[in-house]
């Protein structure tokens, strides 16, 4: 029998009490009596009791860092008759960070994946592969038990009931929101899946041998939009892009060039950092500008590409003005937006718009009420990440609306938005989906509110960002920030806490990463000991 999941706010008295009823109950269900007849839901009693003969299905949709690290969690802490369902479309597990050396060439994309049939299989996750579309959170006309639908490769769809869902669908990358962008059909490449990256890398390798034989090529990496998120992950490529071309010998061929549509560099869609590090408080503008100049990278900032064409890309700029910045190899990340996923009330009318922001992201407890920049408040941001509207639904990851952006909001003067917007990534992300995962299962257990928190205004991140793959010259930037949104009412000269807030480069943070590498696979995995492996 699993324990009886901690609850430290709870009533020790009634948990304790209700701990033991259960115990009591669940001997007897075993020998056989006829407890399975027990009253339906009540108060808090009736409800550990139903606890005990019940079975719970929580159903998460998602498998990548916030989906899969809250099923692995809620299957841990769950007793074995409660069922744990995974929906997700691919087959695959991708360790998302390391996609950047798939698409410098360093890795296959089988060293950031693998199959995650076998994996739940061991660990009693059912797994459904297939893309969830639909949520029938009330039921429908028949069934009274909410839903959602999913569909398969094959266009099959099914109903699959859920007492908890857990949403952890990510982003849907939005190539189609620049004319041109993107590796299919585009004229730009990608590293956000590992498809992607290994295109990428034999892109690379091809302009690597056109520079051996003397010519002269230009790369450009950046933001593909103006409301791109992820600037972390193009700026990590193109150091390690640099780093290999030089690796490579043909370095003095290639002339490389960073879009962003950050209005300084080490914007990062965090409104910058104040990095404490070697004796000096550094703006991350100054670290990111100084580790350009080192490395011969020129840079455009404020802009929104508006158009990708075979050899160019057509861009504006915040003061309204319209480039060109001409290439032989683009990879520009494209923005991102809620996986579209429809929700229907239990008459079959839709009601979407009550769980999803327009741009397809989730609604959860965060305050949404429109405000200007200046009373924006780290309490804004979302702590339990149930949506509003149904207390048995939550988001994780990637797939919460965020209440605003973190970065100043601009616009040029034709009205484009060129701003990041707000970034999650994969610490924070993973924290979140273990606290759902807790939050779910303490309410199965009889609380009757979410028990955890996991506010991105209350929580710091760490992030080591790889800037050129070499066991004995390769560097990484290791991070930290505290807390990740900054709160100028607690830290008003930056929002952050400087104790907390850190930054140095060098030998030591390329062997953390790999490190990492190995580590958060390794725990993906669900090898033993996974769960000491900290997010
Ligand atoms: C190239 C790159 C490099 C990065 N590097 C770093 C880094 O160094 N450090 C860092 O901290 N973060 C990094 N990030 C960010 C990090 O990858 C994300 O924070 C993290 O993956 C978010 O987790 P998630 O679970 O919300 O989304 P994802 O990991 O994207 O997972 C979403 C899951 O939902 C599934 N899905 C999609 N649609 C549906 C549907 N309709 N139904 C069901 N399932 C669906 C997907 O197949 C996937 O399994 C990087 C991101 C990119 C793109």
Redesign the pocket.
Known sequence: MAELPANPEDKLTTTRLCAWMRVLVESLALAGSAVRCLPQRGDCHDQHFVRAVAVSRVVV???????HTAASFARRWLDRGDSVTV????PDYNW??S??WVGVGLLKPEKVTFPLAPVYERAGIEFVQA???EFHPEGDGEDRTPYVT?ESANGKRSKIPYDFLIN????ALRFDKTEGLGPDGGHSLS??QPAHAAQTAAAVDDEVERMRRGEKRRFLVGMGHGTCT?E??AF?YIVNLEFELRHRGVRDRAELTWITNEYELGDFGMGGMQLRGGGYVTPSSIYSASLFAERGIDWITRAHVSRVEPDRVLYETLDGLQGEQGFDFAML?PPFSG?G?QAFDRGGAEITERLFLPNGFMRVDADYSPRPYEQWKAADWPRTYQSPEYRNVFA????FAPPHAISVPRKSPNGTVIAPAPP????P?AMI?KAVARSVVDMIAGADAPTRTASMAEMGAA?V?SAGANPFKGTAVSMTVFPIVPDFERYPEHGRDPAGTFGEIGLAGHWVKIMLHHMFLYKARLRPGWRWIPE
């Open positions: 949709l998602g498998a990548g860092v916030a989906g929906v997700s479309p691919k998302v960070p996609n950047i893309a969830a579309r999913a952890a669908t990510g982003p590293v956000c992820c972390g992950a990590e990340l996986v996923l994780a990851g990637i797939a999650r990534t994969g610490m992300s989906g992030c960002a």
